[in-house]
Nanobody
Framework: VQLQASGGGSVQAGGSLRLSCAASGSIFSIGTMTWYRQALGKQRELVTSITSGGSTNYADSVKGRFTISRDNAKNTAYLQMNSLKPEDTGVYYC???????????????WGQGTQVTVSS
């Protein structure tokens, strides 16, 4: 199973970006998909998550500006980031809780990270 994160880039403060996280491989089902970010010199922090049923959770710092969604048919999660601030700068990682077989265990998989840079 591979998670491919994409969509990062450099924007001015107030701008928008849309990240994608696509899972591929032998997958039976995907549970919660989560976006984390890590700024230079800081610990990785949870940004937002979405369950297979569509329930979402957001860090206080991004509420009202970021929206997570997913397309279960495409095994893909999206992160729409609006009103970006310099403090949103960092590497964004996606994580997925994946069941490989019908009666199998669930495993955590991570994407490679995509850089988001917001300039003031």
């Amino acid at each position: 199973v591979q998670l491919q994160a994409s969509g990062g880039g450099s924007v001015q403060a107030g701008g928008s970006l849309r990240l994608s996280c696509a899972a591929s491989g032998s997958i039976f089902s995907i549970g919660t998909m989560t976006w984390y970010r890590q700024a230079l010199g800081k610990q990785r922090e949870l940004v937002t998550s979405i369950t297979s049923g569509g329930s979402t959770n957001y860090a206080d710092s991004v509420k009202g500006r970021f929206t997570i969604s997913r397309d279960n048919a495409k095994n893909t999660a999206y992160l729409q980031m609006n009103s970006l601030k310099p403090e949103d700068t960092g590497v964004y990682y996606c994580n997925a809780d994946v069941q490989l077989r019908r009666y199998g265990n669930r495993y955590d998989f991570w994407g490679q990270g995509t850089q988001v840079t917001v300039s003031s």
